[in-house]
């Protein structure tokens, strides 16, 4: 009997989750049955259960998977030279979010289906964790790039790194509740907000 190579086995379980992330994304979480996957993927139960026991267990997958890319941007940001503003930075991350990991998700649909993700880490422990690790990621990668932006001179506001870690993140979570909600906002739309926002000058008390 042939063996299956890994590289059949990894894109098999490409395929299950770019097909279950465009189901979620369509349809919400709690709408979505695991028969709409094997439908959307083309597969037996068999083959989509070797790799995912649920629902759940493919779900906690796709968000891993997108803050396993989200790490992979900031690293290569930090090596850049000069590295890339938060403006910059932070347009380039959303657009890996929401456009670019889910070939064929709609942009609105799949922002809806992140809050959804949100909701569910209230319930479910083990996404909360997967989330909680993530936004710990997030947070530490943001504030080394801060401490890089000190060194190269593009920053020189004396605010604690991790403070400037969380406001950032904020501002891509409020991003993806604005899109998830009204869907009439772009990433350019934020990227200029925030290169406006850098752009102010603290004058000193007369």
Same mark, same amino acid.
């Given at each position: 009997?042939?063996?299956?190579? %890994?590289?059949?086995?990894?894109? *098999? ?11 979620? $994304? ?6 979505? @049955? ?27 997958a ?15 940001? @930090? ?21 670019? *990991? ?8 799949? $922002? *809806?289906?992140?809050? =959804? ?29 801060v ?9 020189? $506001?004396?605010?604690?790194?991790? *403070? ?7 501002? $891509?979570?409020?991003?993806?509740? %604005? %899109? ?10 934020? =990227? ?9 000058e603290? %004058? @000193?008390? @007369?």
């Amino acid at each position: 009997m042939a063996r299956v190579s %890994q590289e059949h086995l990894d894109a *098999r379980r490409r395929q299950i989750l770019d097909g279950a992330a465009r189901c979620f $994304a369509r349809n919400g979480f709690h709408a979505t @049955s695991m028969q709409d996957v094997l439908t959307e993927v083309g597969l037996s139960a068999g083959a989509v259960y070797r790799y995912f026991s649920g629902k759940e267990e493919l779900i906690a997958a796709i968000a891993a998977e997108a803050f396993t890319a989200i790490r992979g941007a900031f690293t290569d940001a @930090s090596k850049a030279t000069p590295p890339p503003t938060p403006d910059v930075l932070l347009g380039a991350v959303l657009r890996l979010v929401l456009e670019e *990991r889910i070939p064929g998700a709609d942009r609105q649909a799949f $922002a *809806r289906l992140i809050l =959804q993700v949100w909701s569910e880490t209230l319930r479910d422990e083990a996404l909360y964790e997967t989330l909680a690790s993530g936004f710990h990621g997030m947070r530490v990668l943001w504030a080394e790039l801060v401490e890089v932006y000190r060194e190269t001179g593009l920053m020189t $506001a004396d605010v604690d790194a991790d *403070r400037m870690a969380r406001t950032l993140i904020a501002t $891509a979570q409020g991003f993806i509740a %604005q %899109q998830a909600l009204f869907g009439d906002v772009d990433v350019e739309t934020i =990227q200029d907000g925030l290169r406006g926002l850098m752009s102010m000058e603290t %004058q @000193s008390p @007369s």
